[in-house]
């Protein structure tokens, strides 16, 4: 009884140590998400939309129509990212109707040929879905409160 208790009273500290490491684990693999979808903007969004995400980025000046601000995307949504919209627009599968006629390159097929290189036809689309959702996770951190 005496052992018994004494190893009730370690329950706390092992739901301490369990949470503390799932903690850790969870934060992890969402701060290699967010790194992941900062590669890509990097590389696919930056020229246009800028490092900050407000529309200033090294081509800015030569576009008719100027890039959004991508730091007041949830600002001007009632404080949510319109998460599936800019997913379609990404996607490709929203051909403009999200803000009138799409002057913005669409990157779902250059995802899903990736994908068949590097996973094969039957993941393709799970690949797809996790590229445009690191870069919805890392459009998060750049938002205006
Ligand atoms: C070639 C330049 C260019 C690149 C590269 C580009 N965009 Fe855009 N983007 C634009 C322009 C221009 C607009 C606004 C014009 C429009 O309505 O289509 C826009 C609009 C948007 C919008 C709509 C915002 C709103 O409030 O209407 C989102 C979201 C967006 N871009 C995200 C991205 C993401 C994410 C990437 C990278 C995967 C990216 N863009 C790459 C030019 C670009």
Avoid at 10 to 32: E, H, M, S
Avoid at 48 to 77: E, M, Q, W
């Amino acid at each position: 009884m005496c052992l018994f208790k004494n190893q009730l009273s370690k329950v706390p500290i092992l739901l301490i140590i369990l949470y503390v490491i799932c903690g850790q684990a969870f934060a992890d693999v969402v701060n290699k998400a967010v790194d992941a979808g900062k590669n890509e903007y990097a590389r696919s969004c930056e020229n246009c939309h800028g490092a900050s995400g407000k529309g200033d980025g090294p081509y800015s000046s030569r576009l008719i129509i100027k890039p959004a601000d991508l730091t007041v995307l949830a600002k001007t949504n009632n404080g949510a990212i319109p998460i599936s919209s800019i997913y379609r627009m990404i996607d490709g599968s929203d051909d403009g109707a999200f803000h009138g006629g799409s002057r913005m390159p669409v990157w779902g097929n250059r995802y899903r040929s990736e994908s068949r290189f590097e996973l094969g036809p039957d993941n393709s689309q799970t690949f797809v879905r996790g590229r445009i959702f690191e870069l919805l996770i890392y459009l998060d951190t750049l938002q205006v409160p």
